[in-house]
T-cell receptor, first 115, second 112 residues
């Protein structure tokens, strides 16, 4: 079956621009997560959705970052006024249940480059 | 603050040997610990989970141990193969928290 997909795979933008990154989770998965991974580092948690609501957004670095999941499936991570420091790979993951220790399935990521 | 340490130097071993990777953590008492594999340009792939009350878990050639006194998990790959070459990440989670805290990963290179 289809795994987690993310679009675009690569995004190059200029400092100050707005970007949207999309995540399509595995069908039926209620939990969705966004992470950010810099070169040589592990993924860093950004936000977690259970259904349509953001259950934990404690990892969002500042108010330029926002994420939505309006119908409880596809999610969009939005970054306003991008900065060079936002350059990283943005990973999305989903899991099937609401159990905290449940296996997370990751997408391939979107590589964001801010010039 | 919570800290997870994985050896930043690559582990280089001969095919057929056992690879052992280490994950140490401080200022945290996780309810569980997960190990993931990550290949270049790909997202992490889940391998194994071990809970705080477990000492050891196995899956085929993989074994994970957890010592909550030492605050350390060891990840073993027996009879290693070149295809096992990848970065291995450990991640900690709590009972009531869905977010995973990842280490920076250790790169494993298995020479044919």
């Amino acid at each position: 079956g289809a795994g987690v997909s993310q679009t675009p795979s690569n995004k190059v933008t200029e400092k100050g621009k707005y970007v949207e990154l999309r995540c399509d989770p595995i069908s039926g998965h209620t939990a969705l997560y966004w992470y950010r991974q810099s070169l040589g580092q592990g993924p860093e948690f950004l936000i977690y959705f259970q259904g349509t609501g953001a259950a934990d957004d404690s990892g969002l670095p500042n108010d330029r970052f926002f994420a939505v999941r309006p119908e409880g499936s596809v999610s969009t991570l939005k970054i306003q006024r991008t900065e060079r420091g936002d350059s990283a790979v943005y990973l999305c993951a989903s899991s099937s249940t609401g159990l905290a220790d449940n296996e997370q399935f990751f997408g391939p990521g979107t590589r964001l480059t801010v010039l | 603050s919570q800290k997870i340490e994985q050896n930043s130097e690559a582990l280089n071993i001969q095919e057929g040997k056992t690879a052992t990777l280490t994950c140490n953590y401080t200022n945290y008492s996780p309810a569980y610990l997960q190990w993931y594999r990550q290949d270049p340009g790909r997202g992490p792939v889940f391998l194994l989970l071990i809970r705080e009350n477990e000492k050891e878990k196995r899956k085929e050639r993989l074994k994970v141990t957890l010592d909550t006194t030492l605050k350390q998990s060891l990840f073993h790959i027996t009879a290693s193969q070149p295809a096992d070459s990848a970065t291995y990440l450990c991640a900690l989670g709590g009972d009531s928290s869905y977010k995973l805290i990842f280490g920076s990963g250790t790169r494993l290179l298995v020479r044919p």
